[in-house]
């Protein structure tokens, strides 16, 4: 049950569990993906929901901020009704995204204590431009993109190595990332064990 989905009880000082503290933290980090906190605002609060020890300690933490999940707001761009398939979730798990599919020209990946990898190179780009959005908090997120598109990065905890030159006309890839305690990374080939 999500936290805007968990019922609201008639006692606020009913006892918070761990649960109910992740799920507060998802909440602030797709905020802060968002763009909605600053990185200093997201470490305050952070700290708040870890001190929390009651429902409405956590509420106080996140009024200001819009639900998680299908009642919150579409990234910009969205079309009604297609959101299936425009973001890539890990909570304390993995989640993998290869071989032939469609990728939306927006593109969400929000990864908490997990990893995550999003390989492109068979993906059928919807547009000229995409946009990877990735929140990477204590997580590895690797990003395999296929030959002759161009690259473009910007964020913090990102690290790219694209071998070669695009193609004239090539799509693009602009990825913006933020990787707290973990790292993200854009290259063109997979690693090799």
């Known amino acids: 049950m999500s936290v805007e989905q968990r019922p ?5 000082a009913l006892r918070a569990s761990d649960r109910d503290r992740d799920e507060t933290l998802v909440l602030l980090h797709t905020a802060y993906a968002e763009g909605r906190l600053t990185e ?3 470490d305050e609060r952070i700290d708040l929901v870890l001190a929390s020890r009651t429902h409405q300690e956590l509420s106080r933490v996140s009024a200001d901020l819009p639900p998680a999940g299908p009642a919150a707001e579409a990234p910009a761009g969205a079309r009604p009704g297609t959101t299936a398939g425009r973001y890539q979730i ?3 798990s993995g989640v993998r995204r290869s071989g ?18 999003l390989d492109l190179r068979a993906a ?6 995409t946009h990877l959005r990735v ?6 997120v690797e990003i395999i993109v296929p030959p002759g598109v161009r690259v473009e990065t910007d964020g913090a905890g990102l690290s790219t190595e694209v071998h070669g030159a695009p193609a004239a006309g090539a799509p693009v890839v602009h990825i913006r990332g933020y990787a707290y305690k973990g790292e993200i990374e854009v290259k063109d ?3 090799r064990a």
Do not use: N
């Open 124 to 129: 059928e780009l919807e547009g000229p431009v």
């Open 100 to 117: 032939r599919w469609r990728l939306p020209e927006r593109f969400w990946s929000l990864i908490y204590k997990g990893h995550s990898l």
């Open 40 to 42: 200093a605002e997201l």
């Open 8 to 12: 609201r009880t008639a006692d606020p």
């Open 189 to 191: 080939r997979l690693r």
């Open 90 to 92: 890990a909570y304390k």
């Open 135 to 140: 929140l990477a908090y204590k997580s590895t």
